[in-house]
Protein backbone atom coordinates (compact mmCIF):
# COMPACT_ATOMS: atom_id res chain seq x y z
CA UNK A 1 0.00 0.00 0.00
CA UNK A 2 1.09 3.73 -0.66
CA UNK A 3 0.65 4.79 2.23
CA UNK A 4 2.74 2.32 4.30
CA UNK A 5 5.56 2.44 1.62
CA UNK A 6 6.35 5.85 2.08
CA UNK A 7 6.04 5.82 5.52
CA UNK A 8 8.69 3.38 6.08
CA UNK A 9 10.71 5.15 3.37
CA UNK A 10 10.26 8.26 5.47
CA UNK A 11 11.36 6.63 8.42
CA UNK A 12 14.41 4.72 6.66
CA UNK A 13 16.20 8.74 5.89
CA UNK A 14 15.15 10.25 9.20
CA UNK A 15 17.74 11.11 11.41
CA UNK A 16 16.23 13.03 13.87
CA UNK A 17 12.90 12.57 15.71
CA UNK A 18 11.79 16.10 15.17
CA UNK A 19 12.33 14.10 11.18
CA UNK A 20 9.89 11.23 12.23
CA UNK A 21 7.64 13.71 13.72
CA UNK A 22 7.09 15.57 10.68
CA UNK A 23 6.12 11.89 8.80
CA UNK A 24 2.78 12.28 10.50
CA UNK A 25 1.94 15.94 9.27
CA UNK A 26 3.60 15.02 5.18
CA UNK A 27 1.34 12.01 5.58
CA UNK A 28 -1.73 13.72 6.58
CA UNK A 29 -2.91 11.52 9.24
CA UNK A 30 -3.09 13.73 12.07
CA UNK A 31 -6.79 13.29 12.69
CA UNK A 32 -5.21 8.96 13.14
CA UNK A 33 -1.86 9.65 15.58
CA UNK A 34 -2.82 8.61 19.78
CA UNK A 35 -4.69 11.39 21.82
CA UNK A 36 -1.60 12.76 23.43
CA UNK A 37 -4.16 14.08 26.72
CA UNK A 38 -5.25 10.05 26.52
CA UNK A 39 -1.85 9.01 26.60
CA UNK A 40 0.38 11.26 27.49
CA UNK A 41 4.31 10.23 27.01
CA UNK A 42 5.69 8.44 29.95
CA UNK A 43 8.84 9.68 31.45
CA UNK A 44 9.42 7.58 34.20
CA UNK A 45 10.59 3.74 33.61
CA UNK A 46 10.33 0.82 36.34
CA UNK A 47 13.37 -1.72 36.54
CA UNK A 48 13.43 -4.92 37.82
CA UNK A 49 15.27 -4.18 40.69
CA UNK A 50 12.03 -2.11 41.85
CA UNK A 51 9.76 -4.80 41.33
CA UNK A 52 11.44 -6.96 43.22
CA UNK A 53 11.57 -4.37 46.38
CA UNK A 54 7.42 -4.61 45.97
CA UNK A 55 7.74 -8.32 46.09
CA UNK A 56 9.55 -8.31 48.83
CA UNK A 57 7.29 -5.34 50.80
CA UNK A 58 4.82 -8.02 50.00
CA UNK A 59 2.58 -6.03 47.62
CA UNK A 60 3.19 -8.15 44.51
CA UNK A 61 3.22 -11.67 44.60
CA UNK A 62 5.35 -14.27 43.69
CA UNK A 63 2.70 -14.79 40.55
CA UNK A 64 2.86 -11.37 39.79
CA UNK A 65 -0.14 -10.01 40.34
CA UNK A 66 -1.03 -7.28 43.10
CA UNK A 67 -1.71 -8.64 46.88
CA UNK A 68 -1.89 -6.46 49.78
CA UNK A 69 -1.98 -2.86 49.23
CA UNK A 70 -4.23 -2.15 52.44
CA UNK A 71 -1.46 -0.03 53.91
CA UNK A 72 0.23 1.73 50.61
CA UNK A 73 -0.60 5.94 49.74
CA UNK A 74 -3.79 7.17 48.43
CA UNK A 75 -2.36 7.90 45.11
CA UNK A 76 -1.52 3.80 44.93
CA UNK A 77 -4.88 3.08 46.45
CA UNK A 78 -6.96 5.14 43.38
CA UNK A 79 -4.70 3.19 40.71
CA UNK A 80 -5.75 0.30 41.97
CA UNK A 81 -9.26 1.50 42.39
CA UNK A 82 -9.38 2.33 38.36
CA UNK A 83 -7.47 -0.69 37.63
CA UNK A 84 -10.05 -2.99 39.43
CA UNK A 85 -13.27 -1.23 37.98
CA UNK A 86 -12.22 -1.67 34.58
CA UNK A 87 -11.21 -5.35 35.37
CA UNK A 88 -7.90 -4.74 34.93
CA UNK A 89 -5.68 -5.85 37.84
CA UNK A 90 -4.71 -9.42 36.28
CA UNK A 91 -3.27 -7.45 33.13
CA UNK A 92 -0.68 -6.00 35.82
CA UNK A 93 0.81 -9.12 35.87
CA UNK A 94 1.98 -9.16 31.87
CA UNK A 95 3.31 -5.60 32.78
CA UNK A 96 5.67 -7.12 35.43
CA UNK A 97 6.52 -9.84 32.93
CA UNK A 98 7.80 -7.75 30.69
CA UNK A 99 9.59 -5.50 33.20
CA UNK A 100 11.47 -8.77 35.07
CA UNK A 101 12.17 -9.78 31.08
CA UNK A 102 10.28 -13.39 30.89
CA UNK A 103 10.90 -14.17 27.31
CA UNK A 104 8.35 -13.52 24.91
CA UNK A 105 8.52 -17.62 23.65
CA UNK A 106 6.53 -18.62 26.79
CA UNK A 107 3.99 -15.97 26.99
CA UNK A 108 0.63 -17.08 24.98
CA UNK A 109 -1.91 -14.34 26.10
CA UNK A 110 -1.45 -11.00 26.93
CA UNK A 111 1.01 -9.91 24.51
CA UNK A 112 0.51 -6.58 24.11
CA UNK A 113 1.01 -5.92 27.79
CA UNK A 114 3.61 -7.73 28.37
CA UNK A 115 5.59 -5.96 25.50
CA UNK A 116 3.93 -2.64 27.40
CA UNK A 117 6.23 -3.60 30.19
CA UNK A 118 9.33 -4.30 28.31
CA UNK A 119 8.25 -0.40 27.24
CA UNK A 120 8.27 0.40 30.57
CA UNK A 121 12.14 -0.55 31.03
CA UNK A 122 13.07 1.92 28.53
CA UNK A 123 15.48 -0.11 27.12
CA UNK A 124 16.94 1.15 23.47
CA UNK A 125 14.83 -0.68 21.20
CA UNK A 126 11.81 -1.50 23.05
CA UNK A 127 8.30 -0.42 21.37
CA UNK A 128 5.52 -0.36 22.69
CA UNK A 129 3.32 -2.11 20.00
CA UNK A 130 -0.36 -2.60 19.04
CA UNK A 131 -2.55 -3.43 16.64
CA UNK A 132 -2.17 -0.77 14.42
CA UNK A 133 1.81 -0.51 14.71
CA UNK A 134 1.64 -4.27 13.60
CA UNK A 135 -0.63 -3.96 11.00
CA UNK A 136 1.54 -1.14 9.28
CA UNK A 137 4.89 -3.47 9.68
CA UNK A 138 3.27 -6.14 8.62
CA UNK A 139 1.80 -4.85 5.32
CA UNK A 140 5.61 -3.40 5.02
CA UNK A 141 7.10 -6.90 5.44
CA UNK A 142 4.39 -8.42 3.38
CA UNK A 143 5.27 -6.68 0.26
CA UNK A 144 3.33 -7.47 -2.54
CA UNK A 145 1.61 -10.38 -0.79
CA UNK A 146 -2.42 -9.64 -1.23
CA UNK A 147 -3.49 -12.23 0.84
CA UNK A 148 -1.29 -11.22 3.78
CA UNK A 149 -2.12 -8.00 3.33
CA UNK A 150 -6.00 -8.28 3.38
CA UNK A 151 -5.64 -10.32 6.85
CA UNK A 152 -3.60 -7.59 8.22
CA UNK A 153 -6.01 -5.13 7.40
CA UNK A 154 -8.14 -6.91 9.60
CA UNK A 155 -6.12 -7.30 12.27
CA UNK A 156 -7.44 -6.43 15.64
CA UNK A 157 -6.28 -8.71 18.85
CA UNK A 158 -2.78 -9.11 19.39
CA UNK A 159 -2.11 -13.04 19.69
CA UNK A 160 0.54 -15.53 19.77
CA UNK A 161 0.26 -16.15 16.03
CA UNK A 162 1.66 -12.62 16.33
CA UNK A 163 4.70 -13.40 18.06
CA UNK A 164 7.02 -13.45 14.95
CA UNK A 165 6.00 -10.11 13.73
CA UNK A 166 6.70 -8.77 16.74
CA UNK A 167 10.06 -9.65 17.09
CA UNK A 168 10.37 -9.24 13.40
CA UNK A 169 9.40 -5.76 14.37
CA UNK A 170 11.54 -5.39 17.56
CA UNK A 171 14.56 -6.77 15.27
CA UNK A 172 13.58 -4.13 12.27
CA UNK A 173 13.99 -1.12 15.01
CA UNK A 174 17.57 -1.97 16.08
CA UNK A 175 18.50 -2.68 12.48
CA UNK A 176 20.42 -1.08 10.27
CA UNK A 177 17.36 -0.13 8.17
CA UNK A 178 17.32 2.82 10.73
CA UNK A 179 19.86 5.37 10.45
CA UNK A 180 22.22 5.02 13.10
CA UNK A 181 21.64 8.82 14.66
CA UNK A 182 18.10 7.77 14.86
CA UNK A 183 18.97 4.53 16.73
CA UNK A 184 21.22 7.04 18.75
CA UNK A 185 18.63 9.38 20.01
CA UNK A 186 16.92 8.62 23.07
CA UNK A 187 13.60 7.09 22.66
CA UNK A 188 13.20 7.20 19.43
CA UNK A 189 10.88 3.60 19.32
CA UNK A 190 8.32 6.14 20.91
CA UNK A 191 8.31 8.41 18.12
CA UNK A 192 8.00 5.70 15.44
CA UNK A 193 5.83 3.41 17.17
CA UNK A 194 3.44 7.05 16.64
CA UNK A 195 3.81 6.94 13.55
CA UNK A 196 2.87 3.24 12.53
CA UNK A 197 0.11 3.80 15.14
CA UNK A 198 -1.38 6.75 12.77
CA UNK A 199 -0.35 4.83 9.50
CA UNK A 200 -1.51 1.21 10.83
CA UNK A 201 -4.96 2.87 11.81
CA UNK A 202 -5.64 5.06 8.70
CA UNK A 203 -5.25 1.58 7.16
CA UNK A 204 -7.86 0.16 8.72
CA UNK A 205 -10.05 2.84 9.07
CA UNK A 206 -10.09 2.74 5.08
CA UNK A 207 -10.78 -0.65 4.36
CA UNK A 208 -13.92 -0.09 6.68
CA UNK A 209 -15.06 1.69 3.98
CA UNK A 210 -14.81 -0.73 0.91
Known sequence: MDIVKQAFEKLHASKTIAEVEGIIS??????????????????????KEEIEELKAKGIITKDNLIADIA???????????????????????????GIISRKIED??????????GK??????GEPII????????????????????EK?????????????LIDQYKSWLQSEDLTKDLRNAEN???????????????????SKRK
Open 130 to 149: DQHVLRAFGIFKAKEDKDKI
Open 152 to 164: LKRLSLITEEEKG
Open 119 to 124: YLTKRP
Open 107 to 116: KKDGLVFYQF
Open 188 to 206: YSYYVDKVLFAVGKRVKER
Open 71 to 97: NSDTLTKLLYSVSWKNGDLKKVRHIIE
Open 26 to 47: ELKVEKYQMDPETYPKIEFKIT
